[in-house]
């Protein structure tokens, strides 16, 4: 079964500075990879996606991953982190359509002034 | 933007109890999911549904059950909840359920089994 590590449970990052989170996926093949952001009191919303292509992705709020097949990572990054990114970030993944997302255990973020 | 509400927001019961929790998307996606998250163990998935009167078997699902009654709307029952049952649950949503679908959630339902 596949598999999600995101080894930093919690980074503490200053306002300004900028941001890299782990994540390494298991499994035999490239699945669909997914970061998701969890702001306090809420659910979770998608911050970018990645299948196939360039492998370094786009996505909202300044967001960026790079994946790598090499070393079955998937890491998230932003050059300069606001105190308003002070959120919880997970990394998923997903192979086939008889499963639904496994999810890492997360990241949480926090932004200082 | 996809819309998924869930209620009650909170919930707290006893051993035993009989609980439901709702979800409704108003997005008209086919695909709806149930989850939990747990410290420890990130979010989990119990049961999704491909359309209404349709459900499937996720990675945790003893000891819940899950009903699609129309194409908006998807409950989860705890019909004898334990404590191993205290989460917050999520409930989302994903246009068509393909793989690389965005899956939208709802605000969560958190649970206590006392």
């Known amino acids: 079964a596949q598999s999600v590590t995101q080894p930093d449970a919690r980074v503490t990052v200053s306002e300004g500075a900028s941001l890299q989170l782990r994540c390494k996926y298991s499994y035999s093949a490239t699945p669909y990879l997914f970061w998701y952001v969890q702001y306090p009191r809420q659910g979770l919303q998608l911050l970018l996606k990645?299948?196939?292509?360039?492998?370094v992705v786009q996505g909202v709020n300044g967001f960026e991953a790079e994946f790598s097949k090499s070393n079955s990572s998937f890491h998230l990054r932003k050059a300069s982190v606001h105190w308003s990114d002070s959120a919880v970030y997970f990394c998923?993944?997903?192979?086939?359509?008889?499963?639904?997302?496994?999810f890492g255990l997360g990241t949480r973020v926090s932004v200082f002034p | 933007e996809a819309a998924v509400t869930q209620s009650p927001r909170n919930k707290v019961t006893v051993t035993g109890g009989n609980v439901t929790l709702s979800c409704r998307q108003t997005n008209s996606h086919n695909y709806m999911y149930w989850y939990r998250q747990d410290t420890g163990h990130g979010l989990r998935l119990i049961h999704y549904s491909y359309g209404a009167g349709n459900l499937q078997i996720g990675d945790v699902p003893d000891g819940y059950k899950a009903t699609r009654t129309t194409q908006e709307d998807f409950f989860l029952l705890l019909e004898l909840a334990s404590p191993s049952q205290t989460s917050l649950y999520f409930c989302?949503?994903?246009?068509?359920?393909?793989?690389?679908?965005?899956?939208?959630f709802g605000p969560g339902t958190r649970l206590t089994v006392l």
């Open positions: 990645y299948y196939s292509g360039d492998p």
């Open positions: 998923a993944v997903r192979v086939n359509y008889a499963q639904g997302l496994t």
């Open positions: 989302a949503s994903s246009d068509e359920g393909g793989i690389y679908a965005e899956q939208f």
